[in-house]
């Protein structure tokens, strides 16, 4: 069975200091990793894909990168407006007939000015 | 851009009642799905459908139907609403092939059942 964890839960940063939120996951052949953000009252807005080992991707002050078994959601100099939940999801390879993602519970950021 | 969007942001709906929540996306896009979000839970996933009329059951299908008679639409059916269904409601859609494609996500209605 697919799983995804993250941590922290939640995160409290000062604006401007730089920090990493953490996505280990398990997967029986992994199709593509994504990061969305999700603003209270909302769905969720896809960020990046990423697909396989060593890949990286950036996104104004949002940095993701890949491993065989965690991602990491760099975010450098945050600013107040970066506040949100971040989710992580997994897609499997080996099942071709079930396109669905599998979710993390997610990162709660908070940043202060 | 990719535009998911549900019939309704809020509704208030009684125990028993029939209810339909309503998703359309305009992108062309084969593959849909529902999902409910609940605190501590995370995004579950409900059912989805693969192409018109397909349809395949989540990881919580219990107390749900789907309806899918069009590409561009998938309804999720509630068939006797019960309080512990009281939940955001969230539709997605992506398309299909041989990669991983994301799904775009509409903004969720959130339901509450007295």
């Known amino acids: 069975e697919d799983q995804v964890t993250q941590s922290p839960e939640a995160l409290r940063l000062q604006e401007g200091e730089s920090s990493s939120l953490n996505c280990s996951y398990t997967?029986?052949?992994?199709?593509?990793l994504f990061w969305y953000r999700q603003d209270p009252g909302k769905g969720p807005e896809f960020l990046f894909t990423?697909?396989?080992a060593g890949e990286e991707k950036e996104k104004e002050r949002l940095k993701a990168t890949l491993t065989k078994k965690e991602s990491f959601l760099h975010i450098t100099a945050p600013k107040p407006e970066d506040s949100a939940t971040y989710l992580c999801?997994?897609?499997?390879?080996?099942?071709?007939?079930?396109?669905?993602?599998?979710f993390g519970s997610g990162t709660r950021l908070q940043v202060q000015p | 851009d990719v535009k998911v969007t549900q019939s309704s942001r809020y509704l208030v709906k009684r125990t028993g009642e029939k209810v339909f929540l309503e998703c359309v996306q305009d992108m062309d896009h084969e593959n849909m799905f529902w999902y409910r979000q609940d605190p501590g839970l995370g995004l579950r996933l409900i059912y989805f459908?693969?192409?018109?009329?397909?349809?395949e059951k989540g990881d919580i299908p219990e107390g749900y139907s789907v309806s899918r008679e069009k590409k561009e639409r998938f309804s999720l059916i509630l068939e006797s609403a019960s309080t512990n269904q009281t939940s955001m409601y969230l539709c997605?859609?992506?398309?299909?092939?041989?990669?991983?494609?994301?799904?775009?996500f509409g903004p969720g209605t959130r339901l509450t059942v007295t």
């Open positions: 990423l697909y396989s």
């Open positions: 999801a997994v897609q499997a390879r080996g099942d071709t007939g079930r396109r669905a993602l599998t």
């Open positions: 997605a859609s992506s398309s299909s092939g041989i990669g991983a494609y994301e799904q775009y």
């Open positions: 459908s693969y192409d018109v009329k397909m349809k």
């Open positions: 997967v029986s052949g992994l199709r593509g």
